[in-house]
């Protein structure tokens, strides 16, 4: 259970190409906050070098986290709502799918987390034109499998509500969002 106070931090999780950063974007737009990018965040804290590949295959991924976790926490001592873009689960170097840690998240500690879905087919076509991928919609649907458990695991282990978003209608996820925070809608 996450006992410790949480921070002022939606996290907002799914496989590469669902459009996360496009539906952060949109929902931190209708509710008045920010939209931060993981990726951004970790390659900001090296000095503009990331450690992933074209095929988005990370190497040094706990390493990474911490300094996410260093970056965020910066952005969150300057007070406000903050949607965090990231990933549940990454493939490392080899391929090979890794669930990020539970005490990632308990040390990001999130007021609420967000799994963002998408059809594999559409996901796929996305990748492959986007990145000059050759991603079988297969794959995309395996690992978008695993990344939802596992961000249902971190939920149910951490105590902290998940929102499953099959609709990019952020104006929809807005209001829920509002109803979980117990904040006043905005007009």
Not at 39 to 65: H, P, V, Y
Not at 90 to 116: A, E, H, V
Not at 134 to 154: D, G, K, P, Y
Not at 164 to 182: C, F, K, M, W
């Amino acid at each position: 259970m996450n006992s410790q106070k949480q921070s002022n931090l939606i996290f907002l999780g799914g496989i590469h190409g669902v459009g996360k950063s496009s539906f952060a974007k949109r929902l931190a737009d209708r509710m008045n906050c920010q939209a931060l990018t993981a990726s951004k965040l970790i390659r900001q804290a090296r000095l503009g070098k990331s450690t992933w590949d074209s095929k988005k295959r990370a190497a040094k991924i706990d390493e990474n986290q911490e300094l996410l976790l260093g970056e965020i926490n910066k952005k969150l001592a300057l007070g406000g709502l903050i949607i965090l873009d990231g990933h549940y689960s990454l493939k490392d170097t080899s391929g090979y799918i890794k669930k990020l840690p539970t005490g990632f998240f308990k040390k990001l500690n999130p007021k609420i987390l967000l799994m963002l879905l998408g059809d594999p087919v559409i996901v796929s076509n996305q990748l492959n034109s986007r990145d000059g991928k050759n991603e079988l919609a297969h794959n995309v649907e395996i690992f978008q499998s695993i990344e939802l458990e596992h961000a249902r695991s971190i939920g149910k282990t951490l105590n902290i509500p998940l929102l499953e978003v099959n609709t990019p209608d952020a104006d929809y996820i807005a209001i829920e969002l509002d109803n979980l925070l117990q904040i006043p809608s905005c007009p």
